[in-house]
């Protein structure tokens, strides 16, 4: 099991990096905290359809760096679960969460029977 959740961590800090550098390419890191992140607005020009672009792009930014923050806060609590010694536990019921399970979804939270009564 050990030997295991080394390789799982592995694989979400690789995750995690990957992630990072999606966010940086849209997004500054704020100096409020570790997952928070500040889109960046475009400067492309000044006429009308170069405005019309940065609009675009920023809406396209703003909803890339919601998806990839939120994995990258998925990942974050994972790890500290790792950490914890915690990780592959319920939240809800505190059984084990199956090995299959987590193979499939490495930051799931809840145990399958947990997360269909919440859903
Ligand atoms: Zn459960």
Request: aromatic residues 4%; without cysteine.
């Given at each position: 099991m050990k030997q295991k959740t080394s390789l799982i961590k592995k694989e979400l800090q690789n995750q995690k990096k990957e992630i990072e550098e999606g966010l940086?390419?849209?997004?500054?890191?704020?100096?409020?905290?570790?997952?928070?992140?500040?889109?960046?607005f475009p400067e492309y020009g000044r006429s009308d359809d170069e405005n019309a672009d940065?609009?675009?792009?920023f809406i396209d930014s703003l909803s890339m760096e919601k998806r990839l923050r939120e994995s990258l806060e998925e990942i974050s609590l994972a790890l500290e679960k790792i950490e914890k010694n915690k990780y592959g536990v319920c939240e809800i019921c505190?059984?084990?969460?199956?090995a299959s399970r987590l193979k499939i979804l490495p930051t799931a939270r809840y145990c399958l029977e947990c997360k269909q009564k919440k859903e």
């Open positions: 940086s390419q849209v997004a500054d890191k704020s100096s409020q905290g570790e997952n928070n992140y500040k889109v960046r940065e609009v675009a792009t505190g059984k084990k969460i199956s």
